[in-house]
């Protein structure tokens, strides 16, 4: 069965750098997208990257581009979000879903990972 599992998830300082992991099993990943989410208290589900399995394409929001990076290690089964330069913005649980196609709507996801909270906070 498809499953995706995050972890890294913790505080940190603003300014400060974490580093997410999402490891897939189930699927090929060379067929679908990986695309990290998250969503704040009272806020809407939002897309922040993605990358495609079938050509490495990536996708970064406007808020975290040039902050935040997203790699995958095919090796290991497992895709990264490096975040840099933190803000309490950032402040969400951060989800690793895949999907079949290229989108930034949650709605096109029909498999997700559990969660990890990030809070970015002095």
């Known amino acids: 069965e498809v499953q995706l599992a995050e972890s890294g998830g913790g505080l940190v300082q603003p300014g400060g750098s974490l580093r997410l992991s999402c490891v897939h099993s189930g699927f090929a990943f060379v067929n679908y997208v990986i695309t990290w989410f998250r969503q704040a208290p009272g806020k809407e589900r939002e897309a922040v990257s993605g990358?495609?399995?079938?050509?490495?394409?990536?996708y970064y929001a406007d808020s975290v581009r040039g902050r935040f990076t997203i790699s995958s290690d095919n090796a290991k089964n497992t895709v990264y979000l490096q975040m840099n330069a933190l803000e309490p913005e950032d402040t969400a649980v951060y989800y690793c879903?895949?999907?079949?196609?290229?989108?930034?709507?949650?709605?096109?996801?029909?498999?997700w990972g559990q969660g990890t909270q990030v809070t970015v906070s002095s």
């Open positions: 879903a895949a999907s079949l196609e290229r989108s930034a709507s949650p709605d096109e996801y029909h498999y």
């Open positions: 990358i495609s399995g079938g050509d490495g394409v990536t």
